[in-house]
């Protein structure tokens, strides 16, 4: 473009050229001069103009080259630069991963930690409860359930026959149970020879509930009912005797039927 507007003054300084040549012709033929001067003279003034434009359009080529030469760096270093950014975008993204990774496996470590010092805690709290629990087994008094106080009381076809009922002199939690024993029998309409509160330990002691007697049907049924309160006895067991029988319940003597069972309601087992 640049070229063509060169091209385009040359060939203006030409025409000038031209025309003045033709003009000096023309006047030495005898041509109107006044008429060729003032064409010249137009001619020139134009020349002026179209060099002035010519100038100008120069001058916004060359703007445009230098403009579009910017235009083109500044593209350059736009997408060079955003090239460097997405560069640094992805690493940074590495970075933040990593970071993340780290930080969710010391979450995740610390977590277990928690865990495993939370499952000690358990297992401590756990055996302090069976502790507790077994604590509370030893020194929690016997009683009779609903269910034993029940089936003793249904023995009725057994109210022809006596049962003893013994317990030591100085063990109350024995004369609380041998009380229920004694309660429940009772309804069964069940003779009682009461001894509770009588035996004196003397070299040796006897645990739990023993019971024992002639009568093989109703001692089975006694230690069906109070099973998991008997224990093995360290008490002699007298010999069952026939015949009348006395006893001492409290201060008083009774006298009836013999004895066809007996109840001892001993020392509760130290486990």
Known sequence: MLAQIVSTAVIGRITQHIISAIAQAMASKGVNMSEIQSLTSQIQRLDGVVDFWNRWYIAFVAMTVIFGACLFFVQFMSIRRS?????????????????????????????????????????AAAELTAANLKLEAIIAPRRLSAEQQRDLSTLTVFSNRRVGLKSYASDVEGLVLASQIFDALAKAHIPIEDNRLTMQSSGSISFGVSINGTDNALVVELRRILGNLASTSTMPVSPSRAGISTSLSFGTIKSGLPVAATIVVGVKPIK
């Open 83 to 123: 090239a460097e950014r997405a560069i640094a975008q992805k690493r940074l993204d590495h970075l933040k991963e990593d970071a993340n990774k780290e930080s969710i496996t010391g979450i995740q470590n610390e977590a277990a930690g928690t865990n495993e010092r939370a499952g000690k805690l358990e297992k």
